[in-house]
T-cell receptor, first 115, second 109 residues
Framework: GAVVSQHPSRVICKSGTSVKIECRSLDFQATTMFWYRQFPKQSLMLMATSNEGSKATYEQGVEKDKFLINHASLTLSTLTVTSAHPEDSSFYIC???????????FGNGTRLTVT | QKEVEQDPGPLSVPEGAIVSLNCTYSNSAFQYFMWYRQYSRKGPELLMYTYSSGNKEDGRFTAQVDKSSKYISLFIRDSQPSDSATYLCAMSDFNKFYFGSGTKLNVKP
């Protein structure tokens, strides 16, 4: 149980284009979803927290106009990287939890390369 | 001072060894504790989850929490080459999750 599906697993795009990453909880309803970014050989960096039907809460230093998060339902959240630049190339991972005292379950990540 | 401290390793052991991974933390508001395993280019996979002091066992894995010392451990018995991965500790105060930097483990056949 507690499966989180993330798509695509890998995407290459040209500078200036936008990319959408989808995160779905397949067998549970996720009250909260979290989006992380991970640089090589580093730990997870929280970008934003989203609750279904509410605006996402962004961490300090994360541009909300660049990283658009939509939590449309209890099983789906999307991250759109707008006007991507090479410095946005990274590994993006979503996670979800069922309740406030539940652990996080992670998707398998999306490797974004901006050329 | 970081909220969660974890030795980054790398830790290299022979197959069959007992592995001990540890994290310390400073915030007494942390209520529950997790261990994740992350293979290269994959998302973290939940291994253990507990919210009380003491031990919790699941197969070859044992998680230990000592809230009085603010110290958690993960023990892996009879380690296998397939256990080679980065292990992340995590803890939560119900609102946010705090992760260690990860310990890279290599189990040599």
């Amino acid at each position: 149980g507690a499966v989180v599906s993330q798509h695509p697993s890998r995407v290459i795009c040209k500078s200036g284009t936008s990319v959408k990453i989808e995160c779905r909880s397949l067998d549970f309803q996720a009250t909260t979803m979290f989006w992380y970014r991970q640089f090589p050989k580093q730990s997870l960096m929280l970008m934003a927290t989203s609750n279904e039907g509410s605006k996402a809460t962004y961490e300090q230093g994360v541009e909300k106009d660049k990283f658009l998060i939509n939590h449309a339902s209890l099983t789906l959240s999307t991250l759109t990287v707008t006007s991507a630049h090479p410095e946005d190339s990274s590994f993006y991972i979503c996670s979800a939890r069922q309740g406030y005292n539940s652990p996080l379950h992670f998707g398998n990540g999306t490797r974004l390369t901006v050329t | 001072q970081k909220e969660v401290e974890q030795d980054p390793g790398p830790l290299s052991v022979p197959e069959g060894a007992i592995v001990s991974l540890n994290c310390t933390y400073s915030n007494s508001a942390f209520q529950y504790f997790m261990w994740y395993r992350q293979y290269s280019r994959k998302g973290p996979e939940l291994l253990m989850y507990t919210y009380s002091s003491g031990n919790k066992e699941d197969g070859r894995f044992t998680a230990q929490v000592d809230k009085s010392s603010k110290y958690i451990s993960l023990f892996i018995r009879d380690s296998q080459p397939s256990d080679s991965a980065t292990y992340l500790c995590a803890m939560s105060d119900f609102n946010k999750f705090y992760f260690g930097s990860g310990t890279k483990l290599n189990v040599k056949p």
